[in-house]
Nanobody
Framework: QVQLVESGGGLVQPGGSLRLSCAAS????????TGWFRQAPGKEREVIAC????????YYADSVKGRFTISRDNADNTVYLQMKSLKPEDTAKYYC???????????????WGVGTQVTVSS
């Protein structure tokens, strides 16, 4: 059974950092590209980062470029999202998702996690 479980969310002050994890089970990470999405209240879900399944090609949305880093540990079957210089507008529920690279970047991955909440507030 394919399952994606996110962790690492929480409350952080503006300017702070968090690292989100996405643990995969039921398949290996090198089977699919992995992306991170987020959805803020009243807004559409948006893709913010994606990493290819094998050669490490990455994509970042302009809103997070230079602040967020996506990485993958195939040995642990886990994908990470390191978030720095967090802003209140980064507050959202964050989801990991997997699928073909261009499908993930286009917002149509094959598998979704259940999400983890990130709140940036003083």
């Amino acid at each position: 059974q394919v399952q994606l479980v996110e962790s690492g969310g929480g409350l952080v002050q503006p300017g702070g950092s968090l690292r989100l994890s996405c643990a995969a089970s039921g398949f290996t990470l090198d089977s699919y590209a992995t992306g991170w999405f987020r959805q803020a209240p009243g807004k559409e879900r948006e893709v913010i980062a994606c990493i290819s399944k094998s050669d490490g090609i990455t994509y970042y949305a302009d809103s997070v470029k230079g602040r967020f880093t996506i990485s993958r540990d195939n040995a642990d079957n886990t994908v990470y999202l390191q978030m720095k210089s967090l802003k209140p507008e980064d507050t959202a529920k964050y989801y990991c998702a997997m699928g073909a690279y261009f499908a993930v970047v286009a917002g149509s991955p094959r598998y979704w996690g259940v999400g983890t909440q990130v709140t940036v507030s003083s």
